[in-house]
Structures are given as C-alpha cells and as structure tokens.
C-alpha cells in the first residue's frame, strides 16, 4: 500500500483507498541520481515538476521481482531502500548493492524509500553504522535473485537454455547474439518463481561495476534545487501547525492549569489543550523508549502563529527534586564517590592494587567529559494525520518501528492502524532513534482533530533531548622499571538511578586495554540522572575513546616512549581477540593487527616523528575500535597565546574490510565524522542549571564552523574482511588524537571537555 | 495585511502580520520549502536568501521590511549562472550528506561568487562561517565553491 502513489496529480493506485487517502500526495518520478560525474542537473520538466511528501518514485506499470526490485515496461529500475536515510548516504549505497548483482545500468536505477514492513525487511532503522555489515549480503542476494529471473525469462522465451544467457546492464543477451530487455522482460520476470536466496551465484568482486564506484546521492539533485523532501515539508491539506510545551525542568508535570484562554485569543491559535502523559509511557531518562511527558499544545494556522502564542503560556510544572540538580557540581560529587569502592565491577584480572602497589611508576589522573546534545539541523517534528481509528505519520525518524509502537500504545489503536512514512532526516546523530516528537504528533492530531505539522523550536532541541550523558573516569596506571604497562585502574563514575546506569554511558569488560594488561580493574557508580539520556553518534565510544587514549598518552609518556611506539608495543603481536557477539549478531572479537595496520598508515601518511613544528605547535595520535572498524587519527594543532586552539590538519586511517561501497559518500562520512568529534572537543557541553538546561541556541551551544574546519586526509587499508560501515567508527579517536597534540604543543593535559581556552595560555602552562 | 514581493521574479503576495518573518511566508505561506528552518536566530544560515542580490536570513527578515527589493530562493536561485554553476558544483563533488543545510549553503556560496568571483580561501571562511553543517562537509563546501569558481579546488591552507 505504501508504494501506492500520483503522479503529477493524477491517481495511478490501484487500491479503491489508497486513492482516496493518498491522493494530496503528488509524487514525481525524477529520483535518481547519475554517476559522480555527471554533471547534468535534471530537464526543466523533472525542475519544474512538484513534490510533496516523500518521494516514492515507483515508475507507472512497473513490476514486483521481490521487496527491493520493480522494474517498468521502458527498463527503469525501481529499488526499494529499506533504512531511513539520514544523511549516512544509505539510500544511494542499498540501491548499489541490489543493482550490481542485478546488472542493471545505475543510469536507469530510481531509489524509493521501502514502507515500514518489518515482516518484508527485517530491522529497518539507521543507528550503530549497521546498516551495511547487516544488509551487505543480503542486498546483493536480492539483486542476484533479480537477474537470475530475467535470465530465466528471457531463456523461457527463446527456448534456449539459461547457461547460453547472460546479463550487462539490464539487458539478457544468448550466445547467439539474440537479446532481451529487462524492460521487454518485467512482465515474464516477475511471474518466475524467486529463487532461493541462499543459492543464487554473487560476483566475484573483481567484477563489480557499481559496488566500489563514487556515485553521487540519489537525492542531491532534487536537494539542490530545494525540493520538498525532509520530513519538514510534508504537508497535508487541511493541516494545521502544533507547537508543544514542556516543562523546563526535565520530568515536571503539569500543576493548576495553564492560561489556556489567554492563548486561544493570540492570532491564529485554533485550538490549545493540555496533555498529561500516561505514567506508563514516560520514561524520562531511557530517551530510546522516551514516551511523551506533560505538555500544552498550540494549534494555529501557522506555526509562526503557534510559536508566537507559545511565547505567552503561563504554565505551573512539579519537577521535583530535579530542580535541584546543578551540573557545576558534578565533578565535586564525582570525586567524593570515586574515594570509595565502586558499587558495580566490570572487570578484575589478576591484583591491580597489588601489581599498582609494587610498580615502580604510578600514573594517576581524572577525566571528564560533559553531557552532549545531537542538534541534527532540521529540528525535530512530525506531520501526523489522525482518523476513524487509525493514524498516518510523516516522520524524519531514525527507528520507524518504535515509533509505530509508542504511537499505537499511545492512542490506544493496533499497530497496524498506524502508518509511518519515513522522510529524509536532516541529520540523525542517534536523536532520532527516539519517537517522542511522532507521540506528540500523534495525540495532538487526535486531539484536535485535524491533520498537523508539530514542529519544535531550536530551543526545545536543545532542552529536550536524550542527552550523550557525561561520565567522570579515576584512572590508575602503573609501570614497571622498564615502562611497561603492569597495571590499570578505572573508576567510571556516571549517571543512573540506583543501580540502572543510564543508557549508553556505561564502560564495558572489552574496553581497551582490557585484555592487554595482566592486573585490570573497571568499575562504576552512578550518580542521580534527571534528563534523558540516549545514544548519540558512536554511543559510549564518543566519550571512551578520549577518556582511555588521552590516558595512554600520558601513561606513555610517563614510560618516556613515542605514544605511537608504546600503543603499537600495548596491542602486541597481529591476533584476534574473540568475544561474544554484539547486538543483531554483529561483530565479534578484536584484532590487533588492524588496529595497528591504520596506527602505522596515519602515521605514515603524516609524518609523525619526522614533522619539524612551530612554537606551541604539536601533533597528537590516537586509535580507536568501534562499529567494527579500526580508526587512528593524527591531529597537528596550534595553540595562540590565548589558549585558542586551531586545527591545522587532521590524517586518518581506516579499516572496514575488503570493500567501501561507495567511495565517495564514504570518504565524505570519514571527514564529517572527523570534524563532528572535533567541534565536541571544543565546543560542545550541555550545562543543567537547576535542573533544566540553560543553552538556548547556537550562541551558546555552538557548532563547528567553516572557519575552524582543516583539511582531512582520508586513507584506507584494505583487508579481506568482511566490508563494515562508515556512519560512527571515525569520530572517536580524532577527539583524543586533537587533545594529545594539545599537550606535544604546550604540555598541558586536557583532561576535561571541551578544551577550556583559559588553561592553555602561557601562564597558565 | 497584504504584502505582494517579487520572488524568483514573480509578484507573490501573502496575506499575514507584517512582523512575520520572510522564511515562514515562504515555507508556510507561498508553499516554497526549499529555504529551512534551523534556529530561528540567523546563527545557522539554513534560511538564507538573496535580497537584492545579497545572502540574508530569512528567518530574522519580517516580511514588512522587503519592500520592493527582490528576493531569490534556493527555487530560482538556479535560473543564474552563478546559480547554475553552484548547483552543478555541488552535484560533482557530491557535497551533501543530510543536505538539509545545503539550500542555504548554496545560497551563501552564489553571493560570494557574485561578488569576488574568484575567492581565495580566507574568502570562503569569511562569507561561509555563518552556515553550519551539522554533518561538517565543510571540506566539500570549500571545494565545490572552487570548482564552481573555475579555480583549482586544493585546500590552499595545507599545511
């Protein structure tokens, strides 16, 4: 049903509701893309061609081969991409995967975003860069299951044999000479019986045509000319604008009434209305299963109109003892809960207190880093439509699925009466992977009784997210009299009630150097959270990666070794570390020879050791493993003499397998990626005053800017394993490899972040 | 009240309170969606547009103060030539990722080329430090302006 569409206007379902449900959407079929180099911008009919809502390019008689394949009459290929694509280039990288193995030519390959259909695509969400190691094969056997179908049509038309048949470029060709198009064949091809899809016949990667190719977005055309195709610009005839108000301080509920009449008469508000949270859905400080909490929603004709009205609320809310929580004190708390044992072990090999006790050096340190939000650009928002008992939703969403499950629960209706169209996000970072801003659409639409668009404001993107949450690491190391590393202590304490630890703040058993000193010990306590919390880009590694290689930094420095030397000396010889598998079955184990397979490629390629630097001038490395893939990073940096750091180069190593499926959205995720953990480093801390966060905007939590951004040198190692993704594995290492080049350049430790300025003058060195 | 302005050179006219920001009658109003909302405080660039030809914000732009000055969106924005040659820069080197700021990066980008056709990168710095990417493709902004320029797209600032 969701694959139902109009053209220009004109209902071409064939489905008596889905004319009458979807006919406002006015879809065009000019998705696509052209390879990188082509430079042509669409004709001035594609141009002029409107869409509304998600683009869903389905080509008019075109035919069903299986849930990622449809093929029309004139050849053009139609190929389902089943995640959400948010900026990670999925959507262009899915569709090479199906069209390599069906050997169709890319030029006439249209990309269409797949309904929500767990039953049809398995796990459809885009988070933990999985959507490539999860997908690879599978892809591939559906493109190939594809091509063998066509191979068996056009065979069942000459009468000829399927081996005397082959297939380029969507077009079946006998030995005779004799051909078919996929287009003369879609008909015959899609009543062949699919094939079993563990036994259709893959390529030989050395042949592949469009997997490994650097092929532009299949979005970017329509991007841009400005059209239509965020989850922002859906609309809905009739609609109306929602804005919903929440407590300042996270977790408060709705007292005595709102000044809701006083509201009602600002210009353009339709309707406004509280809405109290059923208890079972709020989960205030698990944002992956955040429900909706209290709120007061505005209905107005526009959304200016509604936000302006929302400047006038009055509202009373009970936070609590939230209130009372000042981030200020953390570190203070932290400290005082770090003297003592930790109240959770992670991990004791071997006497860490008696081998620190006996070493000959001992390096003790506390880091920190702070809570962080994911402010993707577009804000966070919703068009919802409710009636007669069921729901449909367009919603730039990371994780469709849970939000069709809060919403049913929700609104009290069957998952199946709630449909989720899945628009382009602009930016995830792991927000997105919560569904509070489709519940609220939901229930406002309801509510009202009328189609809306709920949109938030910057400020509610700050206030009201599921927040990186900060952590405070104890470190102990000690050295024998040779430098060797005998011993390593860690204390992490972070957030959590009780003994819940808050959702991706956690330090795992795996965490290196676990399993590379004989005498280890990690630990953790928590103190009381009150916000939310969730994942953010490389969840749990963003934070670890600085904590653990900024130590080993000064560890190494302490044993008078080149920090390089002394990690490549810590990993050991070339071997694989197994552990159990990860979520979905993914990944397993760690090997050291790749980790320093990219160490010595980005120090390489920068020069490290070899580099003559300028006055506070310094170059710092560090490497990291998450996501399956095997990072390092050399950052060269200058400090000015007042404490301002520039970035004036960063090199990368990488290493996610045999293939990269396309090179060039790739390359772009690996810099992104790089520049994103360097504007945390030094920029970005949510600051709770009282319980509530007191950034409003991007004055005062700013972002990276052109100005600050340097050049980036992407290199790969190629290694026969199995290709992993690209969205995460890049950002950690670059923040420590940027703090250790802080302390070549002015010997000052960053141990907290972001870098604070004031400690890197002069003076204060 | 009924304000009638010349977008992508064509008399629109939107019935609203004189004090609404350009970029809500361009979305909300005049159904153009191309220019976005990011912060509403012109800090991110998402909504910008030409005025008379200069790279403004539309979301701090109340429709009032216009007047008879020409605005041009990301929707016509490609009716030029430098409109033109941006676009198709950015298509080359495949700069977005999200690309929900790429609208108004483009924007910025025309207007600096209109007025120094030939940037060097402190240029760039200058004219774009007030669009952010959140997705940091900022290194393929720099060079998509350079090839759109006709100049070598290496980083001058290498070090």
Redesign the interface.
Same mark, same amino acid.
């Given at each position: 049903m969701a694959l139902q569409h109009t053209v220009d206007g004109a209902a071409a379902s064939s489905a008596g509701e889905g004319v009458s449900r979807r006919a406002f959407l006015t879809v065009s079929a000019i998705a696509g893309g052209g390879l990188?180099?082509?430079?042509s911008?669409p004709n001035t009919a594609d141009?002029a061609a409107v869409i509304k809502d998600v683009v869903n390019p389905t080509v008019p008689g075109s035919q069903s081969l299986n849930a990622y394949i449809q093929i029309a009459p004139d050849g053009t290929c139609t190929i389902s991409s089943k995640n959400p694509e948010?900026?990670?280039?999925i959507k262009t990288s899915f569709a090479q995967l199906v069209a390599e193995e069906l050997d169709v030519a890319w030029k006439d390959v249209r990309v269409s975003q797949a309904p929500v259909d767990g039953k049809k695509y398995g796990a459809q969400f885009a988070g933990g860069s999985f959507s490539i190691p999860m997908n690879y094969d599978t892809l591939r056997r559906a493109g190939a299951a594809g091509r063998q179908m066509f191979i068996t049509a056009a065979a069942k038309s000459w009468g000829a044999s399927p081996a005397d048949c082959t297939a380029a470029d969507g077009v079946v060709t006998h030995k005779s000479g004799k051909t078919l198009s996929y287009g003369q064949l879609a008909q015959k091809a899609a009543a062949v019986a699919p094939p079993d899809l563990k036994k259709v016949t893959l390529k030989d990667p050395k042949d592949f045509k469009i997997i490994g190719q650097?092929i532009?977005?299949v979005?970017?055309?329509l991007?841009?000319?400005?059209?239509?195709i965020?989850g922002?610009?859906s609309?809905v005839p009739g609609m109306k604008?929602a804005v919903y108000e929440r407590s300042p301080v996270h977790g408060g509920k709705l007292v005595n009434g709102a000044n809701l009449d006083a509201i009602k008469k600002m210009?353009g508000v339709v309707q406004v209305f509280e809405v109290k949270a059923p208890d079972t859905l709020v989960a205030p400080y698990d944002g992956m299963a955040m429900g909706i909490v209290d709120g007061v929603a505005i209905v107005a004709d526009?959304?200016?109109q509604a936000s302006k009205a929302a400047e006038v609320l009055e509202a009373q809310w009970d936070a609590g003892e939230n209130t009372e929580v000042n981030s200020a004190n953390f570190q203070k708390h932290a400290e005082e809960i770090s003297k003592k044992e930790p109240t959770k072990s992670v991990l004791k090999n071997g006497d860490a207190k008696a081998a620190l006790a006996s070493a000959a050096t001992v390096v003790e340190a506390s880091y920190s880093y702070p809570f962080l939000s994911h402010?993707?650009?577009?804000?966070m928002n919703c068009t919802a439509h409710y009636q007669d008992g069921k729901v449909e939703l367009w919603a730039p969403t990371q994780n469709p699925a849970a939000g069709v499950k809060l919403v049913s629960t929700l609104l009290g209706i069957p998952e199946d009466k709630v449909t989720v169209n899945v628009t382009?996000?602009?930016?995830?970072?792991g927000r997105r992977l919560a569904s509070d801003f489709m519940a609220q659409a939901a229930i406002v639409s309801k509510t009202a009784g009328v189609p809306v668009k709920l949109?938030w404001?910057?400020t509610q993107d700050l206030q009201h997210d599921m927040y990186r949450p900060g952590g405070h690491h104890f470190f102990k190391a000690g050295l024998d009299k040779d430098g060797k590393l005998v011993a390593f202590t860690d204390h992490l304490v972070t957030f959590g009630r009780g003994d819940k630890f808050t959702n991706s703040g956690t330090l795992g058993p795996t965490e290196f150097p676990a399993k590379f000193v004989d005498n280890l010990e990690f630990g953790m306590s928590a103190m009381p959270i009150s916000v939310p919390t969730g994942p953010m880009r490389a969840p749990g590694s963003n934070a670890h990666a600085f904590v653990f290689q900024s130590f080993l930094d000064e560890v190494a420095h302490a044993a008078k070794k080149d920090p390089l030397e002394f990690q490549l000396a810590l990993l050991g010889e070339d071997r694989e570390l197994k552990a159990p598998p990860g979520p979905f079955g993914m990944g397993a184990g760690f090997n050291t020879g790749r980790m320093k397979g990219v160490l010595r490629l980005a120090a390489e390629k920068s020069g490290w050791g070899k580099t003559t630097l300028a006055k506070r001038q310094g170059m710092g490395i560090a490497c990291y493993y998450s996501h399956l893939g095997y990072f390092a990073q050399v950052v060269?940096c200058s400090v000015d003499d007042e404490g301002g750091v520039k970035v004036?180069?960063v090199w990368v190593a990488g290493d996610v397998g045999s293939q990269i499926v396309n090179p060039?959205?790739g390359y772009?995720?690996v810099?992104?990626a790089?520049?994103?953990g360097i504007?945390q480093a030094l920029h970005s801390g949510i600051k709770i005053v009282n319980g509530r966060v007191a950034q409003t905007?991007?004055?005062d939590y700013p972002?990276?800017?052109?100005?600050e951004?340097?050049?980036?040198e992407v290199h790969f190692n190629t290694t026969n394993n199995p290709p992993t993704g690209l969205g995460e594995p890049a950002l950690p290492p670059v923040i420590p490899a940027l703090t250790n080049a802080i302390f070549a350049a002015t010997g000052v430790r960053i141990r907290h972040l972001p870098i604070d300025p004031l400690k890197l003058k002069p003076a204060a060195a | 009240m009924s304000y009638t302005i010349n977008i992508n050179g064509q008399p629109l006219t939107a019935d609203?309170?004189g004090t609404?920001?350009l970029l809500?009658v361009l979305r909300?109003?005049l159904?153009?969606?191309?220019?976005?909302?990011?912060?509403?405080?012109a800090?991110?660039g998402?909504c910008t547009v030409h005025i008379d030809g200069e790279a403004r914000r539309a979301c701090v732009t109340p429709i009032q103060a216009i007047g008879d000055r020409k605005v041009t @969106?990301?929707?016509g924005v490609?009716d030029t030539d430098t409109g033109?040659k941006v676009?198709?820069a950015?298509?080359?080197l =495949? /700069?977005?990722?999200?690309?929900?700021?790429?609208?108004g990066q483009?924007m910025s980008a025309t207007a600096l080329l209109n007025a120094k056709p030939k940037p060097t990168d402190r240029d760039?710095?200058?004219a774009?430090?007030?669009?952010?990417?959140?997705?940091? @493709?900022?290194?393929?902004?720099?060079a998509a302006i350079k090839e759109a320029a006709g100049v070598p797209t290496h980083?001058t600032? =290498? /070090?």
């Open positions: 990188l180099l082509d430079l911008l141009a948010i900026g990670q280039g650097p532009g977005g979005d970017s055309h991007i841009v000319q400005g059209k239509p965020f922002i610009d609309t604008y210009p526009t959304w200016y402010q993707p650009l577009e804000p382009r996000s602009g930016g995830g970072f949109l404001t910057r060269k004036d180069k060039s959205g772009n995720q810099q992104g790089s520049l994103d504007s905007n991007f004055h972002l990276l800017r052109m100005s951004a340097p050049p980036i | 609203v309170d609404t920001p809500w909300d109003t159904d153009m969606k191309g220019t976005k909302f990011g912060c509403g405080l800090m991110c998402c @969106t990301i929707e490609g033109k676009q198709a950015w298509l080359k =495949d /700069v977005m990722q999200c690309g929900y700021c790429q609208a483009i760039i710095d200058d774009m430090s007030g669009n952010l990417c959140r997705c940091a @493709t900022y290194t393929r902004i720099r980083d600032r =290498d /070090v």
